[in-house]
């Protein structure tokens, strides 16, 4: 006996619009690459924050040159010849390490160009990392003395590896026998409205509001200023001022750079 198969009439669909049909894939593909988009953006901003994973590029400024010579010392030693002599020290010791890659903020030592423009100079250049180096002065007293430095501020996006720099610095400086100034020689500079200077420690995070120095302000990567001694004191200035004393704080801001992108303080020695 023949069994019939029974079969339900197939409902007919309703045809959807093409345009309706296609949107719930439109809709999933868009969600998808907006997912992609937003984890690509974290990591290379996460990349971006690592001093580890960056070009080692450092911007070297020597912060006084041209018509400006800085502070006056002792037997009347000119701020911007030692600034110089440091930066010309430190300048020889990247230039000969194939890890690390030297600009200079100054095209020569005589050129007039304002903390600002060599901060813009910074901005434009492809450097991940920024130096400036002054001599301090107490105006001719002889009382102070000490290193201290200034990284870009709290609220400066670039503070936290501005930071990580001068911790760095100080270590480096402190075991090179220099004292630290303030809370372990790392601070905060900022100027009011009346440009006076005023200085917090590091452990003060609030944003202050006010500018600090153009060249941590504004060069577009992390940033110290270093106050590497008072050459009003003659014991700092033959520390860290005198010819030697220029070359041994260069070798300090050497190693502190190659520790911050996460090197060995020094190169490895060639077995050869
Ligand atoms: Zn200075």
Redesign the pocket.
Known sequence: MPTATLRRPRRRRRKRAPLLRLAAPILALVLLAGAFWIALARFSAQREDDPTKQARIVAIDA??GGSDT??IGVNGVR?CDL?QATAQALWDLLEADPDITPVMCRSDWDEDLPAADRAKRVARSDATLSLSI??NSDGGTGQASGFECFPAPPGNQYNKNSLRFADFIATEMSAAGASLRGDGGVRYAYYDENNQRIIRERSDTNPEGYPSFAMVNSTGCASVLAEQCFITNEADLEAFASPEGCQLAARCYYRAIRQYYGLSPEPEQSAF
């Open positions: 912060g006084h800085g502070a701020e600034t002054h001599m």
